[in-house]
């Protein structure tokens, strides 16, 4: 009986000290009383250095990047680039007639530009990717590029459908006209009222600082810069 009593308290003892084991396992620590000794009766100190992450140079990070972040990075690298040529350009071209305070908002202005087109650039490439379209109800086709370029070219066809309309209405109206194609549109189309000539001045003589052409602006600069690139191929038509 003794001998089993014993055997009991020692199987005991042996899973309570596996117990300790395991749980000084988890906390990375031995039981204080079990830990190894010194010749001067100090525990032993086991020092486990942690092995420090490798820096990744940016290539290496630009590689390991999301595809879609990789995307936003670079159209933003490429915004930042273009803006300040656009700004270097231009402070070139008007830097005899520039004062400190038309150069200041000037810089500030296009600064403006940029950091919103910067902070835009995200979400712009979650509509074009169509990750956007993941949270919409099942049955709705997942947008793309595609569908993107589709709208863009609908809004064309019927922009210049419309325009052909007016001028044959405005000819139908008026049998007495005399004049091109080309005066035609700009008769029946562009009128003085509108906005159009504005964008024609800006795209001819950019953005000036007197005379009544000033007061422009308002009026954003991709339309005139498109204007421009058109330009190479019409010739001041």
């Not at 700004?87 to 070139?92: L, N, T």
């Not at 509509?127 to 993941?134: F, H, M, P, W």
């Not at 997942?142 to 001028?167: D, E, Q, S, Y």
Request: hydrophobic share 50%; net charge negative; aromatic share 12%.
């Amino acid at each position: 009986m003794e001998n089993r009593s014993g055997e009991a308290n020692n199987t005991q003892n042996s899973a309570e000290n596996a117990f300790d084991y395991a749980a000084a396992d988890i906390t990375n620590e031995l039981p204080r009383s079990d830990m190894p000794r010194d010749p001067a009766g100090e525990p032993f100190q086991s020092h486990f250095e942690e092995e420090k992450p490798k820096k990744l140079s940016f290539f290496n990070k630009f590689r390991r990047m999301n595809p879609q972040n990789r995307a936003v990075l670079f159209v933003r690298i490429f915004i930042v680039i273009a803006f300040s040529a656009l700004f270097a350009v231009y402070y070139a071209e008007n830097s005899a007639k520039f004062e400190i305070d038309s150069l200041a908002v000037s810089a500030v202005s296009l600064a403006v530009f940029a950091a919103v087109f910067i902070a835009a650039v995200p979400q712009i490439i979650k509509v074009l990717s169509g990750d956007d379209a993941q949270l919409a109800p099942s049955g709705i086709e997942k947008a793309n590029g595609k569908t993107f370029l589709k709208i863009v070219l609908a809004a064309f066809v019927l922009r210049a459908a419309l325009t052909i309309f007016g001028m044959i209405v405005f000819y139908c109206l008026n049998p007495n006209f005399q004049g091109s194609l080309l005066d035609l549109w700009q008769t029946a189309w562009t009128k003085v009222n509108t906005d159009a000539p504005h964008y024609c001045n800006i795209a001819e003589n950019w953005y000036v600082s007197t005379g009544e052409d000033r007061l422009l602006i308002v009026f954003f600069p991709m339309l005139p810069l498109l204007m421009r690139a058109l330009n190479l191929l019409t010739h001041n038509s």
